[in-house]
RNA sequence: GGGGCAGUGGUGGAAUGGUAUACACGGCGGUCUUAAAAACCGCUUCCUUCGGGAUUGUGGGUUCGAAUCCCACCUGCCUCACCA
């Protein structure tokens, strides 16, 4: 043992010491509160971040917070470890999945370690154990059999360069990620899952403490929309075109109808002179890339089918038109136009020239509105015109039957059969199958006569054939893997296994599950522990999780919960005397978002900038950036240094410190090296800017370098301290300095200031005061999940202690209180100082040798007391004078003081006060009496 | 284009109706040292004629009192996006 604070010798100690005597094992005990704290699981990468301490970190000092306060505390930790990546490095390297996927576990094992956090290994889950994935096959069993599970056609996302399909999140901007080639829209047979089952109840957040952003993203994910379904027939045949609409009001101002170019009608309604263009356009729509088709300001395209529907409110022959603004993924895939009352439909029938028909007089507005005048769609309120039934009701702007107007047409539309009301949802059904091997299998066989069956339960898990070889051509070995493939039918005839695996968002829809009990073999989980655990209590992740994650969880939760999955749980619950009622319709009962640590800044460009001045402002009209301060020639007669902030056209120099502002003016010569062609002021960087890590920017923190120049416990309280937690920011290397002073001082005062003396009485009360000032600041504050307040004033506790001590006068007993608060208040943001803190002052007893298993120190409001406080005397609002009072002091004994106050009267200046407020000095703050004259 | 979040010293941030700038970084001055680093002590929102005045992106409003609540705007970030 050393003397001075030395985390690299410590830390692994106590990690060692832990777990050898488990002291993070949970287990069920009916007789103590449980939490089950969760904090989302990494995927197996390769190497752990400094994302992973700023999520991970907090969220295991707030766990070792609950459990101090009484709590019995599940904490647990796995790894998302199917994906794409896995499969991607067995391509390019020839290095197997599995053997890429164990081995970044076994490292990231090491590095979870290194953390100090209280996970409780012996519940580890790795879902891309066949003991794991067994469940996965099992839950889409039981999906398929309770009709929740489907085969269906869907546009799915193509890349023609790789001859694979992608998955939604392996596209971004249109573009296939890994390669960068675009990608097109397809319709394939693939597995689904019936999303909108749920979609309603998923709308409820009441019983839920979440974020309000992520409810607010959720519910628009969702989409839920008011409207009508209305039938048109098409002339002179039986086929009739089914379309959903929010305005049914507008329906007497539909001139043409709309068809997206994959409508299974098209082919059917198109007149032979027709053809050929239609086929023409579909071929187009169908070959464009989502850049393509999603451009902003693209030009409306479409083709005539010949065909013509009749609008069944007033019989007009209407044009069917196909064009790929009409998504086939969307309501019916097709639209009645109203170019009257939709921008959209009124760009296209000014650009085709087709008819358009006023049906709302705007409101406020005398001139009837005509087509030839119109300029844009009007969206807006009025009063119906032109539309036959409903002429003269009101559109109030609002949606469904809040307007009246609509509310009548729907009433219209069901009296005379043409359509009904209809409720429409944004969220599509949830693609599950991906064409990947490195994936959970689906447990279905393609029986010879095209029929489906699944894998009976006795054969579960299908397991993923392990000696199989990867080809360049990306297509998984799964395909052509033949022992796979061949499969026998329930009949004992040859049949085909499913190929496609599921995503990977299935294995971590249910993990927190396969926490309670990883060895469990006759469920996916013991119905025991998830009694006594379920739900979960609080869950931290990243934002970035609202709508996939966070949604798929919260609907695989509520079928479970209607397939039974959770009743001998619930069961169990009742003979322990909890009442299970509601406890399951939800996956987290509480959910918070960190944020994300950024790269550290850099420097701003270096520029020259010359143009006219005035007053000290540059109006540049040229601008040059060079490479710094030993490029300025000689003589330079404008401004140059480093930008420092830059805000539109307005650029903050710092010229050698003095800081200058230079305007620069439209028009403006920019040269910029670095970047090709012309450049403008928007491309000039500065100092505030801020970027993802990324390996080519070079401006990674790696945390195991952290862990050993500074030790876990520092790397841990700082992550908490720099940031406010759920907003996240950029690295500043420098900040730590603050938490190794902090971790150094303590130290210092817990190893070299024991008195020996009982002391003088009065420190003795105001060292115990500030000790309860600060329990209180730091349970508050962990409880908000705010842990740079709580480490604040856990600093600021610091700063008084040092100053009793160099003030002299603390005795013995006093001090001895004051340590073992101070270390139990820390020990959830710094578990190795303190426990090693704990047994040097000899605190440990051999019962609960830990200062983890210790109670958190219970506040006292008599002990954080003031014995005197300032009160603050306002004149008109304003803070004028202070004076030395009781904290309790009363009204009338206040306002007196105030009104005498010297300070005060000077301003009072002989008025007559019209009203003075007395404000009471609540926890932690001053009375104050406001004077108003 | 729709929706959401945010804007406070040189920097990270604190304060969610009651003394704006807690806690820290950085900076400045001092002690010690041949010197530097470290350590320690002090100062650090801005202006000031030293009385005070101004200040939480901008402009209004509510209130005895607004960073905080309301309205409009500006800026940045996130998210959805030809959603009928």
């Known amino acids: 043992m050393t003397d001075t604070y030395n985390p690299q010798e410590i830390e692994p100690r106590w990690q060692a010491t832990w777990e050898r005597d488990g002291l993070y094992r949970s287990r069920v005990d009916w007789s103590k509160p449980k939490h089950y704290a969760l904090t989302m699981l990494p995927y197996p990468s390769g190497d752990l971040h400094i994302g992973h301490w700023f999520a991970m970190t907090p969220s295991d000092a707030r766990a070792r917070y609950m459990r101090m306060k009484g709590y019995n505390v599940l904490f647990p930790m796995g790894f998302d470890a199917f994906g794409l990546p896995a499969e991607n490095a067995a391509i390019q390297r020839n290095i197997h999945p599995a053997k890429w996927t164990y081995a970044n576990i076994e490292r990231m094992r090491g590095q979870l370690r290194s953390m100090g956090a209280m996970f409780d290994w012996e519940r580890e889950a790795v879902s891309c154990e066949p003991s794991y994935y067994k469940w996965t096959e099992w839950f889409f069993k039981k999906f398929y059999e309770a009709g929740l599970a489907y085969r269906g056609e869907a546009m799915v996302n193509w890349s023609p360069t790789l001859q694979t399909v992608l998955a939604n999140e392996q596209v971004i901007d249109g573009h296939d990620e890994r390669t960068g080639q675009p990608v097109i829209q397809k319709m394939m047979t693939q597995w689904f899952f019936r999303y909108t089952r749920y979609a309603d109840e998923m709308l409820d957040f009441s019983e839920l403490d979440w974020p309000e952003p992520i409810k607010i993203m959720q519910t628009n994910w969702i989409g839920r929309s008011e409207g009508a379904q209305v039938v048109f027939k098409v002339d002179d045949t039986a086929d009739e075109i089914r379309v959903y609409t929010t305005r049914p009001d507008t329906l007497w101002g539909a001139t043409f109808m709309v ?6 009608l098209v082919d059917k309604i198109t007149t032979p002179d027709q053809r050929e263009a239609i086929d023409a356009y579909r071929q187009q729509a169908a070959g464009s890339t989502e850049i393509e088709r999603t451009a902003e300001d693209r030009d409306k395209t479409g083709v005539f089918t010949g065909a013509y529907a009749i609008n069944p409110v007033n019989d007009e022959r209407i044009p069917i038109w196909i064009a790929d603004y009409v998504m086939v993924t969307y309501g019916t895939g097709a639209i009645m136009a109203v170019p009257y009352g939709d921008q959209r439909d009124f760009d296209f029938a000014r650009k085709f020239g087709l008819k358009i028909v006023p049906v709302v007089q705007p409101e406020g507005v005398e001139e009837v509105p005509t087509a030839d005048n119109l300029t844009a769609a009007y969206t807006g309120a009025g009063v119906m015109i032109n539309s036959g039934a409903i002429n003269g009701t009101v559109h109030n702007g609002g949606k469904g039957r809040k307007s009246p107007a609509i509310a009548a047409a729907i009433d219209y539309l069901q009296a005379n059969g043409i359509g009904q009301e209809s409720v429409n949802y944004r969220l599509r059904d949830w693609l599950v199958s991906r064409q990947r091997y490195w994936g959970s299998p689906i447990p279905m066989i393609h029986r010879a006569d095209g ?16 000696d199989v070889e990867f080809t360049p051509s990306g297509r998984s070995p799964l395909t052509y893997y033949e022992p796979f493939l061949n499969a026998t039918d329930s009949a004992g005839d040859p049949a085909r296994r499913e190929t496609d695996t599921m995503d990977t968002f299935m294995c971590s829809s249910w993990y927190w599950y396969r926490y309670l009990s990883p060895q469990y073999d006759a469920a996916p989980f013991d119905p025991e522990e998830a009694a006594y655990w379920l739900p979960v209590d609080v869950y931290t992740g990243g934002a970035e999780h609202a709508t996939m994650h966070l949604l798929y969880a919260r609907w695989f939760n509520k079928a479970m919960r209607d397939l039974g999955m959770f009743d001998e749980a619930a069961q169990i619950m009742r003979q322990n005397g909890r009442d299970p009622e509601g406890l399951f319709d939800e996956p987290m009962m509480l959910l918070r978002n960190q944020g994300q640590v950024l790269g550290a800044e850099r420097p701003g460009d270096y520029i020259l900038a010359t143009g006219r001045y005035e007053g000290d402002k540059l109006f540049a009209d040229h601008v040059r950036v060079v490479d710094g301060p030993n490029d300025v020639p000689a003589g330079f007669e404008g401004v140059f240094g480093e930008i420092r902030k830059r805000t539109e056209n307005v650029l903050q120099v710092d010229m050698t410190g003095v800081r200058r502002i230079v305007e620069v003016v439209e028009g403006a010569t920019v040269e910029i090296p670095d970047i090709e062609g012309k450049n403008d002021v928007n491309q000039l960087r500065h100092h505030l800017e801020i970027m993802r890590m990324s390996k080519s920017r070079g401006n990674v923190v790696n945390p195991d370098e952290l862990v050993g120049q500074y030790g876990a416990d520092t790397v841990r309280a700082y992550l908490m301290f720099a940031f406010d937690w759920e907003k996240g920011g950029p690295w500043d290397p420098n900040g730590i300095k603050g938490v190794v002073n902090w971790l150094n001082d303590v130290w210092q005062i817990a190893m ?3 008195p020996t003396t009982s002391g003088d009485p009065n420190v003795n009360r105001d060292v115990e005061r500030k000790v309860h000032q600060a329990i209180d600041s730091v349970q508050s504050s962990l409880e908000r999940f705010s842990f740079n307040t709580a480490i604040a004033a856990l600093m600021a506790l610091r700063n008084n202690l040092q100053a009793f001590i160099k003030g002299g006068g603390i005795g ?9 608060i101070m270390l139990r208040l820390m020990s959830p943001i710094t578990p190795h100082i303190t426990e090693e803190l704990w047994h040097r002052l000899g605190f440990a007893d051999s019962a609960h040798g830990s200062v983890h298993q210790q109670a958190w120190p219970v506040y006292d409001a008599d002990k954080a007391r003031e014995d005197s406080v300032t009160l603050v005397v306002m004149v ?16 009338e004994e206040a306002t007196q003081i105030a009104l005498t106050n010297s300070d005060a009267q000077r301003f009072i200046n002989g008025n007559q006060p019209k009203k003075i407020i007395f404000i009471r000095g609540r926890k932690g703050q001053e009375p104050k009496v406001n004077i108003v004259v």
């Open 259 to 264: 068809l997206a170019p994959e409508h299974k």
């Open 451 to 466: 029929t489906l069956e699944t894998v009976p339960d006795d054969q579960l898990p299908v397991e993923l054939p392990r």
């Open 752 to 754: 070299t200031t024991a």
């Open 812 to 820: 013995e007993a006093a001090w001895r209180d004051a340590m073992s």
């Open 876 to 891: 008109n609002g304003k803070p004028r004078g202070e004076a030395q009072v009781a904290p309790d002091i009363s009204e």
